[in-house]
């Protein structure tokens, strides 16, 4: 039986699922630190349950992948400290990040996760990390979703020109 037949766990890591997994979760360290510190920031409460629900899924992908790192002996890449809770009222105004910013940002992130999932996923030859991908390139895409419903239901969503197509008759 070759290396890459049977169980997948069994299978090696190749460096690309390496750098890409570690990669994946190092960023979902810094995003949930960010997240954190946005959810002091938010006021609408909408918008602060969506925060929350993707340091929660960041927090679970991170857990599921971290579990392949340490079985194939690779160290986990640093993990920032929780940040307290604030409430957003204490934050002066000229310092605080508002809602349609926070919205702007996470728009953002979830097309970058969106890429990340691929890119990872388009690399694999471990079909269980593979398989771990495709849920978590689901899952952000569900997010994104919503986050988009909210940011067009409050006015927040900044678009590029759009485009008017006039058919002129000759």
């Not at 994946?24 to 918008?47: C, P, Q, R, T, W």
């Not at 926070?102 to 969106?114: D, P």
């Not at 388009?122 to 986050?147: I, N, P, S, Y």
């Amino acid at each position: 039986m070759g290396v890459m037949n049977g169980n997948p766990k069994n299978e090696p890591l190749h460096y690309g699922e390496v750098v890409g997994i570690w990669g994946y979760v190092a960023a979902n360290n810094g995003l949930i630190s960010m997240y954190e510190a946005f959810a002091n920031h938010a006021g609408d409460k909408e918008l602060i349950a969506i925060i929350e629900d993707q340091i929660k899924m960041m927090k679970s992908e991170n857990t599921t992948v971290e579990k392949i790192l340490k079985e194939n002996g690779i160290t986990l890449p640093p993990s920032l400290p929780s940040r307290g809770k604030a409430s957003a009222e204490e934050i002066p105004a000229g310092a605080r990040f508002m809602d349609p910013e926070i919205a702007a940002v996470l728009g953002v992130n979830a097309g970058q996760g969106l890429v990340s999932c691929s890119q990872v996923l388009g690399q694999c030859t471990r079909e269980d990390v593979a398989m771990h991908f495709m849920k978590f390139h689901h899952d952000r895409a569900t997010a994104g979703g919503r986050l988009m419903r909210l940011a067009k239901e409050k006015g927040w969503l900044i678009t590029p020109p759009l485009h008017h197509h006039n058919k002129q008759e000759n």
